[in-house]
């Protein structure tokens, strides 16, 4: 049995935790111990969407899941292959309200895309989204992981100029809008995020 213990740890490390554990393994038990409503219902989620079978008991306040993962063909910890899939991003924040917040989620969402598959083939930033891509951002290390692992990542060229950071881009490329649409038509989904 592996042990995962994520109590403290904030979203979507429990499962990314538990996820790569389970990859590690072909067959066994994971028990991940999470200490709060929200990693239990997204670690069960996980083993579900793997259509593996699971158990939680609650214990002194925190959960404890237990995954049984056999060796079966049909169970796979891996996502579909990448169906060339292109995320767009708009902004430098995620939703609307709170901008702190929002930059939060906008690093959390990066992280959790540098522990996901399938990747995405590309990723396109325009607007107030190339600050994401440029000197001093937060989340300028998860898109170094992308960049790394082949993800294609294009900022508007246009953009990076009107806010003066075409001398800051740190990873990618900087692109024409031409190109950006080329990618665009090119995906089989695209994902806006902004």
């Known amino acids: 049995m592996k042990e995962i213990d994520a109590r403290g740890l904030k ?13 590690a393994i072909e067959e066994g038990v994971v028990l991940s111990i999470v200490d709060n409503i929200t990693a ?19 214990k002194d306040g925190c959960f404890y899941i237990s995954i049984n993962k056999v060796k079966d063909d ?3 910890t891996n996502a579909k292959t990448n169906d060339d899939i292109a995320i767009v991003i708009t ?7 709170n901008d702190e917040l929002g930059k939060v989620l906008m690093k959390s969402y990066l ?6 598959s399938p990747m995405p083939k590309s ?8 600050k994401l891509t440029t000197e001093g951002a937060e989340a300028l290390d998860n898109l170094v992981k992308l960049s790394e692992a082949g993800v294609e990542i294009v900022s508007c060229g246009t ?12 990873v990618g490329v ?17 994902i806006n995020i902004g």
């Open 91 to 97: 902004t430098d924040k995620l939703g609307s309200g």
């Open 123 to 130: 990723m396109i930033f325009l607007n107030g989204g190339v």
């Open 40 to 58: 239990k219902e997204n670690v069960s989620r996980l083993a579900a969407n793997l259509s593996l079978e699971y158990e939680i008991e609650e």
């Open 74 to 76: 049909k169970q796979n």
């Open 159 to 170: 953009c990076l100029d009107f806010y003066g950071l075409k001398e800051k881009l740190k």
């Open 174 to 190: 900087a692109g024409n809008m031409y190109s950006i649409v080329e990618k665009m038509n090119g995906a089989g989904k695209v």
């Open 11 to 23: 979203c979507p490390e429990p499962v990314i935790m538990t996820k790569k554990a389970l990859e």
């Open 111 to 116: 992280y959790a895309l540098t522990e996901s």
